[in-house]
Structures are given as structure tokens and as C-alpha cells.
């Protein structure tokens, strides 16, 4: 069982923006610890173990209707499509 950091740059407007960012996260089994930052246009993401994937942590950030820009999963460069 291993962690793995998940980060994304988000379009992010107001607080209402990351709030619903936050929301999402929040309610996301398998998600250990998150920040989401309004100002850095960012959401760090550190899940439990291989139960929680980059790209499921993707779709519930994107169905807020945010717009995500770029994405990792630990430190590699993943694709947001």
C-alpha cells in the first residue's frame, strides 16, 4: 500500500470556484490529505494507496466544469484530456 501525490493546475475564478474543488474532494474515497489553493491556481492531492487513480482524480475535479490546465501524478507530467 502506497501514497501518491496527485497535483493539477486549475482555472479557478473565486472562492466559489475552490470551494467546489474542495466539495469534490473531499467526498472522494481513498483521498488522504488536499489543498486547494484559489490564489495558485492549484489543487494538491495524496491518496491512501493504488485504489485511488490519476485519472479518477481528474474526472471529479473536471466535473465541477473547472477547466484543468496541466496535471502530475508523482512528479511525472500526466495528460488532462
Aim: proline content about 0%.
Amino acid at each position: 500500500m502506497s501514497e501518491h501525490h496527485y497535483k493539477f493546475d486549475i482555472a479557478m475564478s473565486c472562492g466559489g470556484c475552490s470551494g467546489a474543488v474542495e466539495r469534490v474532494l473531499k467526498k472522494l474515497d481513498g483521498v488522504k490529505s488536499y489543498e486547494v489553493s484559489l490564489e495558485k491556481q492549484t489543487a494538491d492531492v495524496v491518496t491512501n494507496d493504488d485504489t485511488l487513480d490519476y485519472d479518477t482524480v481528474l474526472q471529479t475535479i473536471k466535473k465541477t466544469g473547472k477547466t484543468v490546465k496541466t496535471g502530475e501524478a508523482d512528479g511525472e507530467v500526466r495528460s488532462v484530456e
